[in-house]
C-alpha cells in the first residue's frame, strides 16, 4: 500500500450536504467511502476546502452562473494543481475526477506525475448536444475550435482546451459507456483505444422497498391512481418538459387513463440554467387540466427510496448522459422504466425492463406500460436482477486496479 492517490474533486468532499451536485459528486463520494473501506492504496481527496476562506459551499456551486462557474473552475484548477506538485510523482497517482474543472493536466504530466482521468461527462459532446443543439457533431466542434481557438472566448478553453489536455495528457480515460468511448476516439483520434477503459457504475443503492404509504398520506395520493416517478436535478438538459409536453398531449387524446394519474417530478434546480428551467416547468404543469403534478424538490436516502416505492413507472427523459445513475437506481428498486434513446441510456437499459423511445414515442410508450400491469410486473423483477449484478463495489475494485497499472 506505498502508492499514494490523489483524487481531485471539484465537487467532493460535501457528503452529508444535500444538494443537487449530480452523478459526479455522488461517485466521487462513494469511491471514497469503498475505498477507505478496502484499502487498496492510501488516498487524500482534494476538494474545495483546498481554496481556503473563499471555498464554497455545496449550495454556492450550484447556484453559480456560467461566468461564477468557470471562475471557480479555474481557481480550483491552480489550488488543485499546486497541492499536487507538493508530492513525490514516483510515488503518487493522480485522479481527475473532472475535465472541465480539472488540474493542470500538461503541467503535472511534464513533471512525471501518472494521471488517470474520469468522464463523469464528455463535456464537448454535453456543449455540442445542449448549447448547440446537435447542430454539428462534437467531432466538427474540435476540429474546428482548433483553428478558431484565439477568436473564441476564454470560457470555451474550459470546454475545448481542457479535455483535449485531459485525453493527451493522462495515462488513462474512464468512461462509464461504449458510447462515449466511440465518440472520444472520433473527436481525438490520436488516442490509442486501449488508453479508454469503459467502466459502467453499477449500483450501490439499497434494494430494500421504502415507505410507500407515508407518501400517499404526506400528499393524498388516491389508492387507484397511477404513478409516474422521474428524479434528477431541474435542468434543461434532463428533459423533464419532455415529459410534461407528452401528458398535455396526451390529456388531449380520447384513450387518457380514467384513474387518476400522478406525476412527482423530484429534483431541485441546480447549475447555469437551473432556475430558468424550473419556472419552466412550473408554468407547463399549471398548463395540465387532468394530471396531478408534484415538485417534492431534492430527495435522497428513505425518502428516495419511498418514491421509488410509490410509483407505478420510473420516467427518464433525459436528453443527454453519460450513463444514468438514477436510472439504474430506480431498477434496482425493481421499478420498470421509459427512457429517452441516447448512449448513456443504451448502457443500462434492456427491453425486458423497459422502453427506450424517441421524445415523440414517450406518451405511447408510458401509456402502454401503464395499461399492462403483468407486464410491468414481469419486467420490475427483470430490472432488479439485473441491477443486482450491476455491482458498485466491483466497479471500484477495477478502477483500484486500472490506476495502480505500472
Known sequence: MSRQVLYAAAHGGFSGQAVPLGGGAAVCEQLCAEWHRTRPFRLRLIDPSVLGAVAPSARDVVRFGERAYARFSRAFETA??????????????????????????RRLQERGFSIFTIYHVDVVAYVTDIYLRGRMKPETTVRWYRNLRALLPEMSKLVWEKQEASVLYSKGLIVPSEGMKDVLLRCYPECSTEKIHVLPWGSWQDPEPGDAESLRREYEVPADAQVLLTL?????????????????????????????????????????QGQRYMETLRKKAARLLRTKIIFPGYVTGDRKRAFFSLAHLYVFPSLHESYGLTLLE???????????????????????????????????????????????IRMGRAAREFA???????????????????
Request: charged share 30%; proline share 7%.
Open 232 to 272: 434528477s436535478r431541474i435542468s434543461p438538459e434532463k428533459g423533464q418538459h419532455l415529459l410534461l409536453d407528452a401528458l398535455a398531449e396526451w390529456e388531449r387524446r380520447e384513450d387518457y387513463p380514467q384513474r387518476p394519474l400522478w406525476v412527482f417530478v423530484c429534483g431541485e434546480a441546480a447549475f447555469m
Open 330 to 376: 430506480a431498477l434496482s428498486a425493481g421499478l420498470p422504466a421509459v427512457c429517452l434513446d441516447h448512449s448513456g441510456a443504451r448502457s443500462v437499459m434492456r427491453p425486458e425492463f423497459g422502453r427506450m423511445v424517441q421524445p415523440a414515442q414517450l406518451r405511447e410508450a408510458v401509456s402502454s406500460l401503464l395499461d399492462d400491469d403483468d407486464t410491468r
Open 388 to 406: 443486482a449484478s450491476q455491482r458498485f463495489s466491483a466497479s471500484a475494485a477495477k478502477l483500484a486496479e486500472i490506476i495502480l497499472q505500472p
Open 80 to 105: 488543485a494543481t499546486e497541492e499536487i506538485l507538493r508530492e513525490d510523482p514516483r510515488e503518487t497517482v493522480v485522479l481527475a475526477n473532472d475535465v472541465s474543472e480539472g488540474p493542470d493536466f
